[in-house]
């Protein structure tokens, strides 16, 4: 999300004269498009705003922004603690990222609007520079309702809001004719969309755009278990555009966890909808995101979430320690876990998990898939790379083929994050 948000406010600046710099200490404008849902991401934040301080001090004219979900958490406090910075805005409030800057260049001064986190973002008129050349990102909704005790998001972004269809449409068609033939729709939840203007629900939507001439893939993240409905699945199984991903966030095994977390579901319905996804999708590959040392997880809570990955066996897993979050229900929760306990925990969890990906590919040896060539490989321009509609990063030896090209690949090598292969002409 934060990347397709970055995208969209380098297009409005664009639009007021400003163009792209990898050179910092070029740069008339920085702008650091923050995150805040673990602290980490804070800490690093905080110290890039530092790093940036002795460029302004070389450049006093240089403008130095802060957006996104630590600027809407933070606010005036930014500002504060780093008086090097000329402003800040909210999630709310990036539609005015250009009319705000304008208005600094004229006159300087410290500016801070954090005052509408749910406020409609009118994207209509807004035009990304995308990166990439292949696949791109698409917002369809903005905010969360869930309240997840762990999770500050639906503090800083706000309440679900949806784009209309034909807003998110007219976007699509605009990036399939700049040459793109894979789109992400994004959102919080995008399972929720459309329960505000109920123009159309997220099913409803999957089977319009798949319908988009000149669109090749249609991707879409992230889904809320307890908001997968059968009318989605049916559609993920019937769109010829859509493809056999799907990324499910549990985040815990235990259901006590789960019950403390605020999630809305159990894990027997959880593998029901496992059930349900492989049975209407024999291929679909199956993603989620896990927590280890959420406030009162025992030893007994941790070794039923590894039972339940041993059962579902995921493609693949984003792991991650708890982060306490001021400002959310869990950040007060008794029964706290010990950091060292926490990362034994991660790294059983990463360990069990790297098998199970291990496994599951190695299933994949001598498949043939269709590849989306992205380009060449980072460390070798001889080899390339793409991903099958399952979204498993392959590599292979670069011959005719270009960039958005569809073609089939025969795995011959199949590793934990990645897999190998040869072009299949048959």
């Known amino acids: 999300m934060n990347v397709a948000e970055s995208e969209r406010m380098a297009g409005q600046l664009q639009a007021i004269g400003y163009s792209l710099t990898e050179d910092f200490a070029a740069a008339d404008l920085i702008l650091l498009n923050t995150c805040c849902v673990r602290g980490t ?20 004219s240089l403008i130095i922004g802060v957006v996104g979900c630590l600027a809407q958490k933070d606010g005036e406090n930014l500002i504060s603690r780093s008086p090097h910075l000329d402003f800040v805005l909210g999630t709310g409030q990036r539609g005015e990222l250009a009319n705000v800057v304008k208005s600094l260049e004229e006159e300087r001064r410290h ?35 869930n309240f997840c005790t762990y999770c500050i998001v639906p503090y800083v972004r706000g309440r679900e809001r949806s784009r209309l269809p034909e807003e998110i449409f007219a976007e699509i068609k605009n990036a399939v004719a700049s040459g793109f033939k894979e789109v992400t729709l994004l959102g919080q939840n995008v399972n929720s969309y459309g329960r505000d203007h109920r123009l159309k629900n997220f099913a409803e939507l999957l089977n319009d755009v798949n319908k988009i001439s000149g669109l090749e893939r249609v991707r879409f993240m992230t889904s809320h278990p307890k908001d997968l409905s059968d009318e989605l699945i049916d559609a993920i199984a019937g769109g010829e555009k859509i493809c056999e991903h799907i990324h499910l966030p549990i985040q815990h095994g235990s259901n006590k966890i789960l019950q403390k977390m605020n999630r809305s579901y159990t894990v027997e319905k959880y593998l029901a909808l496992v059930e349900k996804l492989r049975a209407a999708v024999p291929d679909i590959s199956l ?13 007994e809570d941790f070794q039923t979430m590894l039972d339940f990955l041993r059962e579902v066996k995921f493609d693949a897993a984003f792991t991650f320690i708890y982060s306490k979050r001021s400002g959310t229900p869990a950040a007060k929760f008794p029964n706290q876990v010990d950091e060292e306990i926490k990362h034994r925990r991660i790294y059983e969890l990463i360990e069990l998990q790297n098998k199970i990906s291990l496994e599951k590919n190695l299933e994949l040896d001598g498949k043939i898939f269709e590849v989306l060539v992205e380009g060449a490989s980072k460390t070798d321009k001889n080899i390339f790379t793409g991903r099958t509609r399952q979204n498993k ?16 690949v025969k795995i011959t090598q199949a590793q934990t994050w990645l897999l190998k292969g040869i072009r299949d002409f048959i």
Not at 114 to 143: C, H, K, L, Q, W
Not at 289 to 299: A, H, M, N, Q, R
Not at 393 to 408: A, T, W
């Open 111 to 145: 500016f801070v609007d954090v005052s509408n986190v749910s406020g409609v973002v009118d994207d209509e008129n807004i035009f990304p520079i995308r990166a990439g050349s292949v696949s791109t990102f698409v917002p369809i909704m903005y905010g969360c309702n």
């Open 393 to 408: 990063l392959v590599l292979f030896p670069h011959g005719s083929e270009k960039i958005g090209d569809l073609i089939r």
């Open 41 to 60: 991401a804070e800490e690093k934040i905080y110290g890039k705003i530092g790093e940036i301080k002795r460029l302004k001090m070389q450049k006093p």
């Open 287 to 299: 993603t989620t995101d896990l927590i280890v040392g959420f406030p009162d997880e025992t030893e």
